[in-house]
């Protein structure tokens, strides 16, 4: 039998493309916007804090001590 000497460069060769286009960049937007996380804070009794470096936070009032 003869083997055959083009598979291994063929599974080389599909094993590069595989690789780069799993590292394609797709930019996607954000989950939700900043009006939606401030909806949804206000909702469970939170106040939104926006902050231009993180996108903001959804800040509770700790419970206190009696």
Same mark, same amino acid.
């Given at each position: ?9 063929? #599974? /080389?060769?599909?094993l #590069?493309?595989?690789?780069?286009? @799993?590292? @394609?960049?797709? #930019?996607? /937007?954000?989950? %939700? ?6 909806? %949804?804070?206000?909702?469970? /009794? @939170? ?7 993180? $996108? $903001? ?6 419970? /206190?001590?009696?």
């Amino acid at each position: 039998m003869r083997r055959s000497l083009a598979a291994p460069p063929m #599974a /080389g060769l599909l094993l #590069a493309v595989v690789a780069l286009a @799993g590292c @394609g960049t797709v #930019a996607f /937007g954000p989950a %939700y916007t900043e009006e939606e996380q401030a909806h %949804y804070c206000a909702l469970r /009794g @939170g106040w939104w804090r926006p902050d231009a470096l993180l $996108g $903001g936070h959804c800040e509770f009032e700790a419970a /206190g001590f009696l």
